[in-house]
């Protein structure tokens, strides 16, 4: 395998979405397995699955020179293959083991291509279940079948010095076992990829006589035993997904392709361009059109009129079609954006079941509406809030066990992850059938804190917004779960970055709910068009609350920032022209005024005129420019020219921060 | 300095170098054809308040938002209206695509590169880093410009920085 056959750098990258992938599969296989084991009822597929996802990571990391996780998934998928052999049985500490093996697996491939630490324990880890494994290596000999005594960890430790000759002597026999079925099989059909150890130099933390013991043999030597050089000796990340592979898990997911999301930007933008210019030839044609039915002119034209009339109508109807293929396309193209949100609700269930046994629950997580498609952007950013949204309602929604029983509630508590469509919002809502949120305990802790004072009169909605406040944990103890003062805070904010709003329903005893409405997309929003000086900019509608004329008589100065009093409201306003420096004169009697509202906070954003609302398409100019203050994007208006969005979150805040509200309440305007 | 010079002309390509001729003012440049992506007719550049001063605005091509530089200021010359020659010149620096500001564009020639001799001493100096030298044809004299330098080292960190800063993508 040398370099010139490939490209590197594409290989690691298709490497990394793989392993990504066959990771998260793995862990949803050794959360059934878990299930299984409690259970009792274990399906044989899935270990089977989990042998294969090793083994698919160890191939694609030994083509690559992984070494180390290589290594890791090798010791792994020895493990999966004694227990598929029933060579040693199921349990729950088996289970443990893999899933901490997993995630050291994932820490090995993130520092493998640079974008991590290497995690700690590796060799600790390795050395640990080498010891475990050769229990049952050894006692296989002897015991058949699931009669193998379970083992942990520490036993395995105290079998130490006993393991070494026979453990090797096993193993041996194990890899002479392998090696001559990996070679059987690559003769017969190159189906199933069999364990052919590709171990090119030893890997560093495997014990004695491990893998020295392996015959070196580089894949080369094995490749022209086979028919054909396929995939089955080396998965191979040329062919990344051969369907000689036989993989049932893939045969039942759509076939899909990966595309970076830079090229889908790409093609939005020449599609925005397809859309001007359908306007423009659609204008041709009525122009042509009027032409020819303007009498008047019909007799400058004579003859020439019997030949260009079809051509006009021609043109039209071609003109017609144009817009509305263009249309479907650019429908198209954001509909490929979106994603489905269980990409991001698939890596749940592991992180309740680790908080859940972390701190003595038991609870089971709900998930449905996996599929509900949403912006990619948003997919991305909507995975932490709601991460921290489901450890805080495993650590202080959900009760413990016997406390649940003595309330006559399930021991197992159930937390529902559920998304949905709403119009041109998604819906998530999580929801705990624990104890609620407790309004005395936060009460106790906000005068604790500070943050409210024994004689204010508060609503429960007010206390339990307390919990939005940064710094602000009921927690008794600092946990390492959640508890840490940074949890809710972060969650509302990241939330409301994505133009989301949170909101939370808690019933004492009963249960919380938390619900966050999303827009299906970033991308594209209605706004308002306004003109400021010889420019047009673009409002965000969503946070304009009116837009009206003011006469100048009604502006008041407090220190001299102008300010408006709508219904009893004192209002700063902000004269775009100035505030970006523009130029252009003040109109000596009014003022056009859009008022902008950011949670509660208001400020007129002082235009020339109101030029009508729009759906735009947002572009990121900070890419492009840089971030500026008060500038959120730019769009591309219909006509081609361009038009920038006013940041109303920067100028809002900034309008307050100056002081000018605080100055002018003050002063009792 | 003398080296760095050596080393751009060094970079020019083989014996003969393509070069595209423009005007500011009565003087005529030239750019290695290498640097040039495509050269578009004048378009409404929209201002963008705030932003880097070396920065005129944005244009729209094609769907991408383009960040424009004039020459005319950038060389502090008086900056004139946009008449029917005008054109810009599309370029990457660094990983961006910037578009520059030129009065005209002339044509594509064949410089023979011993034609090429390094930039007189009177104006070659701190901040004419991008001048890589002086073409000779015939009667014309071709300030050789290397549009990835037009731009200061401090600007080019200011433009190579500007896409790291982009938020959620809003």
Redesign the interface.
Same mark, same amino acid.
């Given at each position: 395998m040398s370099d010139e056959l490939f490209n590197r750098e594409e290989f690691i990258s298709y490497f990394r979405d793989e392993a990504e992938e066959l990771l998260q599969q793995i862990d949803a296989d050794l959360l059934r397995l878990e299930e299984g084991v409690n259970s009792g009822e274990t399906d044989p597929e899935i270990i089977n699955s989990l042998f294969r996802a090793l083994h698919t990571v160890k191939g694609s990391s030994g083509m690559l020179g992984f070494v180390e996780v290589q290594g890791l998934a090798h010791k792994l998928e020895n493990l999966c293959d004694l227990l598929r052999k029933d060579r040693m049985p199921l349990s729950e500490s088996a289970v443990d083991i893999l899933f901490t093996g997993r995630d050291l697996l994932t820490g090995l491939v993130q520092s493998a291509i640079g974008e991590e630490e290497a995690p700690h324990g590796v060799a600790e880890y390795i050395d640990k279940l080498d010891k475990y494994t050769s229990i049952y290596e050894e006692t296989s000999h002897v015991i058949e079948g699931r009669t193998g005594q379970e083992h942990s960890f520490e036993e395995a430790a105290a079998h130490e010095e006993q393991a070494s000759d026979a453990d090797v002597a096993a193993f041996e026999a194990e890899v002479e076992r392998l090696l001559a079925q990996a070679q059987a099989a690559s003769a017969a059909a190159p189906i199933e990829p069999t364990p052919v150890p590709v171990f090119e130099e030893p890997v560093a933390a495997a014990p004695e006589g491990f893998i020295k013991e392996l015959p070196p043999e580089p894949v080369e030597t094995i490749k022209p035993e086979l028919p054909k050089p396929v995939a089955a000796a080396t998965p191979a990340p040329v062919a990344p997904k051969p369907a000689a592979n036989g993989d049932q898990r893939r045969s039942s997911i759509h076939q899909t392709i990966r595309v970076d999301i830079e090229r889908l930007d790409a093609l939005l933008n020449l599609v925005g361009e397809l859309v001007i210019n359908r306007t423009r030839i659609s204008d041709i044609a009525n122009t042509l059109e009027r032409l020819m039915n303007d009498k008047s002119g019909a007799a400058a034209g004579g003859a020439a009129q019997g030949i260009i009339a079809p051509l006009a109508k021609d043109l039209a109807d071609s003109a017609a079609l144009l817009a509305r293929t263009t249309n479907e396309i650019q429908e198209s193209i954001m509909k490929v954006r979106m994603v489905p949100i269980g990409q991001v609700f698939d890596r749940f269930p592991r992180l309740v079941r680790d908080v859940a046994k972390a701190r003595g629950k038991e609870v089971q997580l709900v998930i449905s509406g996996a599929e509900t498609d949403l912006d990619k952007t948003i997919v991305d950013e909507v995975g932490e809030p709601l991460m921290h949204l489901l450890r805080n309602n495993v650590d202080h929604g959900i009760e413990a066990p016997d406390e649940r029983e003595r309330l006559g509630k399930a021991r197992v508590g159930t937390i529902s992850l559920n998304a949905y469509h709403e119009g041109n919002q998604i819906i998530i809502e999580v929801a705990d059938d624990g104890g609620g949120i407790n309004l005395e305990k936060v009460r106790a802790r906000g005068l604790k804190q500070g943050l409210i004072s024994s004689d204010d009169r508060l609503s429960d909605r007010e206390i339990v917004d307390l919990i939005f406040t940064p710094g602000f944990s009921t927690a008794e103890v600092v946990s390492d779960v959640s508890g840490r003062g940074v949890g809710m805070d972060v969650v509302k904010r990241n939330i409301t970055r994505l133009k989301g709003v949170f909101d939370v329903e808690t019933v004492s005893g009963q249960g919380t709910r938390f619900t966050i409405k999303l827009p299906l997309t970033l991308a594209i929003i209605q706004a308002l068009l306004v003109r400021v000086v010889d420019e047009l900019y673009a409002i965000p509608l969503d946070s304009v609350i009116e837009s009206q004329r003011v006469e100048m008589t009604d502006v008041r100065t407090v220190h001299g920032n102008e300010v408006i009093t709508l219904r009893g409201q004192v209002v700063p306003l902000v004269r775009i022209a100035e505030f970006f420096e523009l130029g252009g004169q003040r109109d000596p009697d009014k003022v056009m005024i859009v008022i902008v509202g950011l949670q509660g906070r208001q400020v007129g954003l002082v235009v020339d005129s109101f030029e009508g609302e729009q759906e735009i398409v947002i572009k990121p100019l900070s890419d492009v420019v840089g971030r500026i203050p008060g500038i959120s994007g730019a769009t591309i208006l219909g006509n081609g020219s361009i038009s920038l969005i006013i940041d109303v979150h920067s100028l809002v805040s900034d309008a307050h921060v100056s002081g000018k509200v605080a100055r002018a309440e003050f002063s009792g305007v | 300095m003398a080296d760095v010079k050596q080393e751009n002309k060094q970079q020019l390509s083989g014996e003969v170098v393509q070069v595209v001729s423009f005007k500011l003012a009565t003087e005529e440049y030239g750019v290695d054809i290498s640097q040039v992506q495509e050269i578009i007719r004048m378009v409404?550049i929209?201002?963008? !308040?705030?932003?880097?001063r070396f920065?005129e605005g944005?244009?729209?091509l094609?769907?991408?938002?383009? !960040?424009i530089i004039d020459l005319r200021t950038r060389f502090g010359m008086p900056r004139i209206d946009a008449s029917k020659s005008t054109r810009i010149i599309v370029t990457d620096i660094g990983s961006?695509r910037v578009g520059i500001v030129v009065d005209s564009v002339s044509e594509v020639l064949n410089l023979p590169i011993e034609n090429i001799e390094d930039a007189p001493e009177m104006i070659a100096g701190v901040g004419t880093e991008y001048i890589q030298g002086v073409g000779k044809m015939a009667e014309r004299l071709i300030i050789m410009l290397d549009l990835t330098m037009v731009i200061s080292g401090e600007e080019k960190q200011?433009l190579e920085?500007?896409?790291d800063?982009?938020?959620?993508?809003?």
């Open positions: - | 409404e929209t201002h963008v !308040p705030r932003a880097p920065m944005v244009i729209n094609r769907g991408q938002l383009i !960040p961006k200011q920085q500007i896409g800063q982009a938020a959620v993508g809003v």
